[in-house]
């Protein structure tokens, strides 16, 4: 086979697609070194994700969501003979003679009605009619769909019923750098650098408004006005554009000493983070995987996640699970597992065993038999 597989979502700073990207395709190398791969890469990674020789990489200097992704690609990937295209997010080139196969992380920019706030009034506009008509265009012309969870698969049955028989569900893995440590100069080093002087709650992840931080904040209000001055929230992560409304929020509600913006991480105090958190709070009201809670479970902390999207498929008996939309159902969680050294204990546990079930060579594995029944496929017809 010879693939392509557009990997340009990976860009700095990285996100959840980005470091999927990253992380498939070293799996992918690891694993197969018969097949010929031609990796698009987008300039501003600045590295290739993998120098396996089966895989050739092609710098790419346009964006992965664009008209010239949909209309300008194909030129490129005629001059290699391809025979599989892959897009790790979901966009793919039109009137190509090749099968195309999209990962479609979620339906985000579809179904949630705030996507795309914070955006000036013309780019919001431009970026709902883009990726209406060409979202919907790239699942209809792909031979086969692959999603990160069956809730998005239901989704998109939902949406497209006759869709259902090309869809394989292929759960990503996490990260086998995110474990529990004991390096306390390590520790006492992030804690220096955000000065966390008090039990930690952390989120990692971005700040729009899909992830409900507005409730987070108001749910630990009111944990501070139960224990008032023993705990602090650490808000990893983010963009500028929405930012200044969380801070503003923190503000009104008098919580600036105790609500820590780090901005970005890298991916070193990320894991640094999680191994010195209490708890790890991920309120989101959707997603369609979910990696964060994961990652903390591997390393050892306990989670407040909600019911909403994938996430409880994903993080099973292992977390505690809370109404999104409900503060003081989030507040109650939070308190709970702060005090509560048996459950603690418990999501501890189940958390380490739930991880085990997500790793990167088994999704590599289960993509790549994906491509194999492309292939056959083509073959047959």
Request: net charge positive; charged share 25%; glycine share 4%.
């Amino acid at each position: 086979m010879h693939v392509a597989i557009d990997a340009r979502m990976a860009q700095k700073p990285l996100s959840g697609p980005g470091r999927y990207a990253i992380n498939l395709i070293r799996a992918l190398s690891n694993l197969d070194n018969k097949n010929q791969y031609v990796v698009l890469q987008n300039i501003n990674l600045r590295e290739r994700i993998t120098r396996a020789e089966n895989f050739k990489t092609i710098w790419i200097n346009h964006p992965p969501l664009s008209l010239r992704t949909i209309f300008w690609l194909r030129n490129i990937l005629e001059k290699e003979e391809i025979q599989i295209y892959h897009s790790l997010y979901f966009l793919a080139p039109l009137r190509v003679n090749y099968p195309r196969i999209i990962t479609v992380h979620d339906l985000m920019a579809l179904t949630f009605p705030d996507f795309f706030q914070g955006r000036s009034l013309p780019i919001k506009v431009y970026a709902k009619i883009f990726t209406n008509a060409f979202l919907r265009s790239s699942i209809a012309c792909s031979c086969r769909i692959i999603t990160d969870s069956e809730a998005v698969r239901d989704e998109i049955i939902q949406w497209k019923p006759e869709y259902k028989r090309k869809i394989s569900v292929v759960y990503p893995g996490v990260d086998s750098a995110f474990v529990k440590e004991n390096n306390q100069k390590r520790f006492e080093n992030i804690k220096g650098k955000f000065d966390l002087t008090k039990k930690v709650i952390l989120y990692i992840g971005n700040t729009r408004p899909y992830k409900n931080l507005p409730r987070l904040i108001e749910a630990f209000k009111l944990l501070r006005i139960d224990n008032e001055g023993q705990y602090q929230l650490v808000i990893g992560g983010g963009e500028s554009r929405n930012l200044s409304f969380l801070k503003g929020l923190v503000y009104s509600l008098d919580l600036q000493n105790d609500v820590i913006f780090t901005g970005n991480l890298t991916d070193d105090e990320v894991k640094a983070l999680m191994n010195v958190a209490d708890i790890f709070a991920f309120p989101s009201l959707y997603e369609g995987f979910g990696l964060p809670p994961l990652e903390a479970m591997a390393c050892g902390t306990p989670v407040v996640t909600s019911n909403a999207g994938a996430l409880p498929e994903i993080v099973g008996d292992a977390a505690l699970l809370i109404e999104p939309k409900n503060v003081n159902s989030l507040y109650l969680a939070m308190k709970r597992l702060l005090v509560d050294q048996h459950l603690r204990d418990t999501l501890i546990k189940k958390g380490f065993e739930r991880v085990k079930l997500f790793s990167w060579e088994k999704t590599a594995i289960e993509i790549l038999e994906v491509y194999k029944q492309v292939a056959k496929m083509k073959r047959e017809n």
